[in-house]
C-alpha cells in the first residue's frame, strides 16, 4: 500500500513539474529568424489618417521669403501664437472632422482622411504652390499614441512623436514582457471604419513580422495576457487544462482512498 501511495505521490508531482515548466521556444523571441534571411521590410509603411486625429502641419519655403508663407501657418489663423510652453500641441493642431477633413488656412477644406503623412504633403503642396513659389510642406501626427496593458514592464499610453512603430519597438519602450507575461498570444484591438477588430501577435515566431499588425495604429489598444502559471496561482482556471489538472488529482485521490 505505501508504495502504491508513493507512486502516486511521484506521479503526481511529476505532472505538476512538466504542466508548470515553460520550454525555450515559449520564452525566446523570434524562433526560426532564419527564414528572415533577405526579406524585404516595408520601409515606406506609413499610417492613415482618420477621424479625430490632431495634425500638425508647417508650410515654408526655400526660396521667398518666409512672411510669404505666413498666411498658410495655423498660429496666424484666430489670432493665435505661438507661445506658451506648456501649451497642448493638440491644441494648436488640426483636428480631422468625422468627415475627414480639415479647414486649412486659405485653402479652405481640405479632405485628407485615408491619407498618409507623405501624400497630404504633396496634395497640399500642390494648392499651394498656386500661391507660393517652391512651398515645402512638414505633416505630423500629433495625437498618434497606443496603450498597453497586463504583463509588461511598464504599462501606460504611449506617445509615438514619429507617427510609426512597430509591436517590438512598443515592447521595448514598455520595458518588455515581464516574465508572467504570455509571449505568444498578445492581444490587439484596433478600430477600422469604426468597427473593433481583434488580432493577435506571437512574439517567439518569425512570421509575426508579415501579420497585419505588424505596425501598429493610432489608438490601438494592445494587451498581454498572464500565463497560465500566473492565473493558477491567483487561485483561477483560465483554461481547460486547469481543469483537467484537478480533475486527474479528485480522480487518483479517490482511487487512493478507496485502496486503502
Do not use: W
Amino acid at each position: 500500500m505505501f508504495k502504491s501511495i508513493r507512486k502516486l505521490g511521484l506521479f503526481l508531482i511529476s505532472s505538476l513539474i512538466i504542466s508548470s515548466c515553460a520550454t525555450k521556444d515559449d520564452v525566446v523571441y523570434f524562433n526560426n529568424s532564419e527564414s528572415l534571411e533577405g526579406k524585404e521590410n516595408l520601409l515606406d509603411y506609413e499610417p492613415r489618417i482618420e477621424a479625430n486625429d490632431v495634425l500638425r502641419i508647417n508650410v515654408s519655403s526655400s526660396s521667398v521669403n518666409e512672411e510669404i508663407v505666413a498666411p498658410f501657418q495655423m498660429n496666424q489663423q484666430g489670432g493665435q501664437s505661438g507661445g506658451g510652453g506648456g501649451q497642448n500641441l493638440s491644441l494648436t493642431g488640426y483636428l480631422v472632422s468625422p468627415q475627414g477633413t480639415i479647414n486649412f488656412p486659405v485653402l479652405g477644406t481640405v479632405e485628407v482622411e485615408g491619407l498618409s503623412r507623405t501624400e497630404i504633403q504633396h496634395k497640399l503642396q500642390e494648392q499651394i504652390t498656386e500661391y507660393v513659389r517652391d512651398p515645402v510642406v512638414d505633416v505630423r501626427i500629433v495625437n498618434f499614441s497606443v496603450t498597453v496593458l497586463g504583463e509588461i514592464g511598464s504599462p501606460g499610453r504611449k506617445q509615438i512623436t514619429d507617427g510609426r512603430i512597430t509591436m517590438p519597438e512598443l515592447i521595448a519602450i514598455s520595458g518588455d514582457i515581464t516574465y508572467n507575461g504570455k509571449r505568444e498570444n498578445i492581444k490587439i484591438i484596433r478600430e477600422v471604419d469604426g468597427v473593433k477588430t481583434v488580432g493577435y501577435i506571437d512574439m517567439t515566431e518569425s512570421d509575426l513580422f508579415d501579420s497585419p499588425f505588424y505596425y501598429l495604429k493610432q489608438n490601438d489598444l494592445v494587451y498581454v495576457e498572464p500565463t497560465y502559471r500566473t492565473v493558477k496561482s491567483a487561485g483561477f482556471f483560465s483554461s481547460y487544462q486547469g481543469i483537467i489538472s484537478v480533475g486527474t488529482t479528485i480522480i487518483s485521490l479517490y482511487f487512493l482512498i478507496n485502496s486503502l
